[in-house]
């Protein structure tokens, strides 16, 4: 069946298609009740608002200057357009006139400060005016452009109102006479790429190419000799030689993306320049740009990837630094880069399921993604490491506040994650209670999914249409899944026929009342990191389903890392817990080592060990109890640890 | 026995009075051999007898002024105090009139440079001759004075030269009239304590009393309330709340020394600060500050110390963070730190011989410390991890080269540490091939050691004398030395009846000719870290006599977190390493994970295993041959690891 292979194009469902329940509707619901409006209460009280009210005076610079010449502050209109389409994603599950008003308010801020050319920034309008486009290298000035537009598309699909999506239409415009290679243009692109990948989002929106072209052109120009961070330094008056962050691999710009073979530098940065090459790359059919990523895709994630899905190891320069250099504490693993990850893997699939890169979108958003926040949408994690002594937990706000609304606005739009439809064929990425609405071949189709997934891997799937059709259903069958098994209408399958790139293909006539029945084992597994991750040696993290679990202290006392497995993983049992909103625990013979030696720190004998029993709760769901230390990789022993 | 503690005051034996051979014989030739000159090679290459020259124009601000409003070319005279007191005891072993001669020119230039009133800092008389005494806190002024003062009173005891110490005597007698409580006065203290031990040094060889009750001005002062450090920061126009390192623990300055419990902050200056308190203790029989010390030392060594004797684990404070936090790749464990705790060891031990102190002071000497210079003596590490997937090696020079002539003046003068003498006994704290001169009760003993320790136990002690004499000789009993025995004259001695505090006492009249033979088994030996330390869980660290072992990529191959050990430490055997200048490794049947798992990261099936042979070098020794891993702790199995 490979011939089928690249020739389906596949687009995400929209946002509003798919209805959810099961955790992701619970996850929604808590943004909804309180993490969209939180979003948009600390805004306000960074100062946010004063900086684009023009009826006031600024706030002038809160955040200070740094020695590397700016300030998180210049990136504050990225934190608004990312709340604004977090908004815009909860307005569909639950109406709220109170919220919509007060993002209608930004957007007539927003209005009044474009400047009669189109240009809109709030750092560069109301602080450093002399200093526009002086310094796309470090000041974000196309990120923060790029998402204002993903936030004036998101909320003009969710409320029909067009006046930040013409704003920022305007905003493209000016960008497209001001970058080029013409006479007066400037021949550049950002240093946090962004502006790329939703230009399309753009494009899609209001179908004009010139927003894909102009994508496509910053993706082309990334690299390329003679370089333009070098040049605009120069005339910039800034020594190169003085960059912050001085590679330039920190913003993948070390030489053109389609030569590019290594995953490097700020891993945000990476995971957002990837997904706009693969939405290039869908939309021009650009197999040249689909070659490269394949190649990316492999070394990051054989390489340089937590198993939680976690990116970046290091704060220094909140990226990659060698091959398997995975620390566990230490890791930053920033949730902004989990949720690049999750974008990046999702457009892979623009050109047809691959559980390849399904399976990576699931294990990243489930992780490394959604712990960065707690259960009740208040508190957010900015680094994701998979150890702590006890001191890390979620907060309240940040000086660089990225990831609450980034992972808030990707749980909350998760629907266009799970489903995408192609001429003839549906795609099922990711299970979870939900109904679909999507039409194919004229035909409107309700597809709803009734399962406890991930607690549970029974999944029942219930068709309803108009007529009858001859499409395909794609059912993603996990490369963990040992012994997924299905049934159509009651009949067993036979998956060995309908495998393509690991999902199961069902073609055939549907017709309403038709259902399937997928079963996916969900036994709990060890894991190994292969050998060269030097910080996992001898040691097991266990899995359920694409669940990274852990162990925590408010569970299992301290001393964490005295806990080493005795029995396969197979023998786990397991528990709902009522605090964690009912996530299935794994309870599991273990011993551990003796914690109280006196005033010992050193000595001959090792640390006594007792029979015991210890909890592994999921990954994301940690710190949303009593805080303490938490760990995901134990020691192994007994049989798998020999 | 224990009427005898405290009741005796030991004096470390003059440099010029140990002769050595041995291991530390050829540290201190490779010392004489390249590392002096290279000390005052590179001072110069760094322009630091510019600075002091006052015939030529100074070489400005060499090293950028930092965020926090200082640099570390501000503590350029210390490097040059330490490097001065290196050559000066390298003298004592191998004269050597051109490096003399160029230490003379350099104490000529500071003659020139002084002040009339005595003062004499190269920044601040040359760069910033504004801001004399406006920040101590932060600008290590006192700090420079004090290894000036170390410098001056090594190389007037090697060569008998008068002008440095008279110098330092000017400057520390004008320092005497500016600080103090009297009007006009500074009632400060230095953010860099350094400036007491070197005092008491200063009076030490000049009898002057008025240098000890500096000293001891500054350590009763440090911490006291108001805060000198707030009201010096308001007084010059700086917030307190901006300080670098923001909090009083940093250097010390917390509360008074008396009331401190938590060894705290900078780690090199607590090791400096209870250096000058013990010697403040032994110099006025200060049971107060001696009570706050032995508590001091247990909260260091039995919850904040590596295996190494390294401490400070953390680069961002290059202090101590939390207890048992003990990180092994990130260990910061400045060689400095690990000097400084040599220093403070063999002070507590002037209240008489306590292995207590001393084993510890040997740990650290002969690990932590003795790792921070090359077998050649060219190159240092600042940082001494426990752990190294390659990429840590010594490097020729920093911008804060503290730590070379550090460990250089340590391993040249480390007879004085060895031996230490009281009216009626002398104690021998330290083993290694050597000949030692000193006088009790009028008669002239030379005490010979003919061993090959650290490599071989036994070790054979001849006395050499004018006349008979009534004294005692303590030999320290390591407490890991299980089965040691001693022969006085070829009789078994019955240790029990003759220890104290860890020291064999043999007090008798002693005659020339006699011998004793101290027999220390040195078996490789298993420790295993306190539960608590959670970086070192299910590992061990080899030790044999008083070295750590380590494995290296060199001996071994890389993926050394794949080995495990498949046996007691007791089966190793030995082995001699010409490479390593004769030390002795340690070959033990290990384990050894598969390294080859291809494109895979995670995968539920552990590596596979296979047994091996493993070799240990001694840690101090590590990266002298090829580059590459290097891993103290390594995982623990068989029989140790259960």
Chains 1, 2 share one sequence.
Not at 39 to 47: S, T, Y
Not at 381 to 389: H, T
Request: charged letters at 25%; one cysteine or more; glycine letters at 8%.
């Amino acid at each position: 069946m490979n011939k089928l292979k690249r020739d389906r194009q596949f687009r995400p469902l929209p946002v509003p298609s798919v209805e959810l329940h099961g955790l992701f509707g619970d996850r929604q619901d808590a943004i909804c009740a309180s993490t969209a409006e939180t979003l948009l209460d600390r805004c306000v009280a960074a100062g946010m608002l004063r900086a684009i009210d023009t009826s006031q005076p600024g706030p002038g610079v809160v955040i200070p200057i740094q020695p590397w010449g700016g300030t998180t502050q210049m990136f504050w209109d990225s934190d608004l357009g990312k709340s604004i389409e977090t908004v815009a994603y909860s307005l569909y599950r639950r109406p709220n006139p109170q919220l919509e008003a007060r993002v209608d308010d930004i957007i007539g801020m927003y209005e009044k400060l474009q400047d009669k050319d189109g240009y809109l920034n709030a750092w560069f309008q109301r602080v450093q005016p002399g200093r526009r486009w002086a310094n796309l290298r470090d000041h974000h000035e196309l990120y923060c452009a790029g998402h204002l537009i993903e936030g004036a598309v998101a909320y003009y699909q969710a409320t029909g109102k067009r006046k930040l999506l013409d704003i920022m239409c305007r905003y493209a415009d000016y960008v497209i006479k001001v970058f080029g290679h013409g006479e007066g243009q400037i021949p550049g692109y950002c240093g946090h790429e962004e502006i790329e990948l939703a230009l399309v989002r753009l494009a899609r929106v209001t179908g004009e190419k010139k927003y894909l072209d102009l994508a496509k052109y910053f993706i082309d120009e990334r690299g390329a000799e003679p370089h333009f961070f070098t040049e605009e330094a120069i005339r910039d008056g800034r020594d190169p030689a003085n960059f912050i962050q001085s590679t330039y691999e920190y913003n993948q710009a070390h030489e053109p993306v389609r030569q590019q073979k290594k995953v490097v530098g700020h891993a945000v940065r990476a995971m957002y320049l990837y997904s706009g090459m693969a939405d290039i790359a869908t939309e021009y059919n650009d197999d040249t740009l689909t070659a490269a990523l394949e190649t990316l895709w492999d070394d990051l994630t054989t390489k340089q990837m937590y198993i939680t899905g976690g990116i970046g190891p290091a704060a220094s320069n909140e990226g990659f630094t060698d091959y398997y250099d995975l620390p566990n504490e230490s890791a930053y693993a920033e949730t902004c880069a989990s949720v690049g990850l999750v974008f990046w893997a999702s457009r892979m699939l623009g050109r047809g399921p691959d559980r390849r890169y399904a399976d990576i979108m699931e294990q990243a958003l489930y992780n490394g993604a959604m712990a960065g926040i707690s259960l009740d949408g208040r508190t957010f994690f900015y680094e994701n490491p998979l150890e702590s002594a006890g001191k890390h937990h979620r907060w309240i706000w940040h000086h660089c506040p990225c990831c609450p609304p980034n992972i808030a606005r990707l749980l909350s739009s998760i629907g266009s994650y799970m489903y995408a439809v192609a001429d003839d064929e549906i795609a099922v990425h990711l299970y979870g209670e939900s109904r679909a609405r999507f039409e194919i071949a004229g035909s409107k189709i309700t597809l709803a999914q009734e399962t406890r997934y991930p607690w549970d891997g029974a999944i029942h799937f219930y068709i309803e249409m108009e007529k009858p059709a001859h499409f395909a259903v794609s059912l993603r069958i996990p490369e963990w899944a040992d012994g997924a098994a299905i049934k159509v209408n009651g009949e067993a399958l036979d998956l060995s026929s309908v495998m393509l790139d690991g999902y199961a293909r069902i073609e055939r006539e549907w017709k309403s009342g038709d259902h399937v029945n997928l079963d996916i084992p969900l036994a709990a597994r060890s894991l190994f990191a292969n050998p060269l991750v030097r910080q996992d040696a001898g040691r097991t993290a266990l899995m359920r389903g694409p669940l990274v679990y852990c162990v925590e202290a408010t569970d299992n006392g301290s001393g964490l890392n005295g806990i080493r497995l005795s029995a396969d993983a197979s023998k786990a049992t397991t528990a709902e817990i009522a605090e964690l909103r009912g996530a299935v625990a794994l309870d599991l013979p273990v011993t551990r080592d003796e914690t109280d030696w006196g005033n010992m720190l050193y000595r001959t004998s090792p640390p006594q060990a007792r029979e015991a029993t210890a909890r592994f709760v999921p990954y994301p769901f940690w710190d949303n109890r009593a805080p303490g230390e938490m760990l995901v990789w134990v020691r192994a022993g007994g049989s798998s640890g020999e």
